[in-house]
């Protein structure tokens, strides 16, 4: 075979590990194998017929056209109509750029701002994207705690301890992927002062998840004064609306950075599709109610799995405010993160991911999806149960 001779840089390139394990797991499907899924943060509920039904009267009226890279001027409007009202801030359409999902934020953000020297703070157990991107483009990764002693949100104390003036980017993560934390006004305060004394740099807020939250009102850093004109936000549909595949994220910026955001997204996609973006719109502007209902289900999900993993020796579990993901404790297993995640899928049939996949402040822990039904959930935890008071015989 000819050996291809890659760029330097994809060897910097890390990837998304709950893609990996899903292959993994439907191979071992097609050799008849039973397996529970809970490593894909993926909504299990269909996306709401509103949508669906505008998506088909839009390919009728022929929006099966290239649009602006930047997105449709209608989509773009709602988009900043929707942010405006739910951060309580203004924003125009022209600040707002619509791609295919929410990595192509992550991803033109870090494209556009970062380079060799500088650095880039990142939550760490964090979305994997974080991290390989910041890579790839030759910057500095700047490991930021997320612990759990912490109730998994960030300690303004770290954050004051890794800023300094070759900070570029500060990405911020609430509710959070894999924990479940959510950041807390005081500390969103302590945040705001803080990045108030390092004027040169941006920040990146991932909100994807911020309507799927269980109790109080989502706070994001865009709210306080003078932190929009520095800020880029990232949200979507995709965990909101249960619209993964549908590809429709959205990122919120000052115009400047919006229109090189644009550029790249010329360079890369050309556009969102035309379709999407108007049953976009229509999720922003149709009734809320499935989402409403959704939340209410993973909230009960979440009171399941949480309390069966307390309920497993050797396992603590903190319950998260946000997302859908479980982040349990398995330390004193004895297992290694990764060890008992192969085990749990080679043995038990129980599809996980180990911490790690987030990070190396991730070890020590699983992360557990529960956009599963109760009834897989609960059979997630007895197999897992069975498979630790095996343990003795797992090992030899």
């Avoid at 004394?197 to 994807?208: Q, R, V, W």
């Avoid at 859908?324 to 043995?347: H, M, Q, R, V």
Wanted: net charge positive; hydrophobic share 40%.
């Amino acid at each position: 075979m000819t050996k291809v001779p890659f760029a330097a840089a994809m060897s910097r390139l890390g990837t998304e590990t709950a893609f990996e394990v899903l292959a993994r797991a439907r191979a071992l499907e097609a050799q008849g194998r039973k397996i529970v899924h809970q490593e894909i943060g993926e909504p299990d509920f269909d996306t709401p017929k509103n949508i669906r039904d505008r998506a088909k009267k839009a390919l009728d009226e022929g929006w099966t056209h290239y649009g602006p890279s930047a997105g449709l001027p209608e989509a773009r409007a709602a988009v900043a109509e929707y942010v405006a009202k739910s951060r309580g801030i203004k924003v125009s359409p022209e600040e707002v750029l619509l791609v295919p999902g929410g990595k192509p934020v992550i991803f033109f953000t870090i494209l556009a701002l970062c380079q060799p020297g500088d650095e880039v703070i990142f939550p760490d157990p964090g979305f994997p994207i974080y991290e390989s991107m910041i890579r790839f483009v030759g910057a500095t990764p700047v490991s930021l705690p997320i612990r759990e002693e912490n109730d998994f949100s960030v300690d303004p104390a770290d954050l004051k301890r890794l800023l300094n003036r070759k900070t570029k980017l500060v990405i911020l993560n609430s509710p959070a992927n894999p924990t479940g934390g959510v950041l807390t006004e005081d500390h969103l305060d302590k945040i705001v002062k803080l990045l108030a004394k390092f004027p040169a740099a941006t920040i990146l807020s991932d909100e994807i998840y911020s309507r799927v939250l269980y109790s109080g009102e989502h706070r994001s850093i865009l709210s306080y004064p003078g932190m929009k004109e520095r800020c880029v936000l990232l949200d979507g549909f995709s965990k909101t609306y249960a619209m993964t595949g549908w590809r429709l994220g959205y990122g919120v910026a000052n115009k400047t950075l919006t229109a090189a955001m644009a550029r790249l997204a010329t360079n890369c996609h050309s556009c969102a599709p035309s379709f999407v973006q108007i049953a976009g719109v229509e999720a922003l502007k149709g009734p809320q109610r499935d989402v409403e209902l959704m939340v209410a289900e993973f909230k009960k999900r979440r009171d399941v799995i949480v309390d069966g993993l307390n309920d497993i020796p050797g396992v603590s579990c903190k319950r998260p405010e946000g997302a859908f993901y479980a982040f349990p404790n398995i330390k004193a297993t004895g297992f290694s993160s990764k060890e008992l995640a192969d085990l749990l899928l080679d043995k038990a049939g129980v599809a996980a991911l180990s911490g790690t996949c987030f990070g190396a402040g991730g070890e020590g822990y699983l992360r557990f999806s529960y956009a599963n039904s109760i009834a897989e959930i609960q059979k997630a935890l007895k197999l897992m149960r069975e498979l630790l008071a095996s343990v003795p015989s797992v090992r030899r």
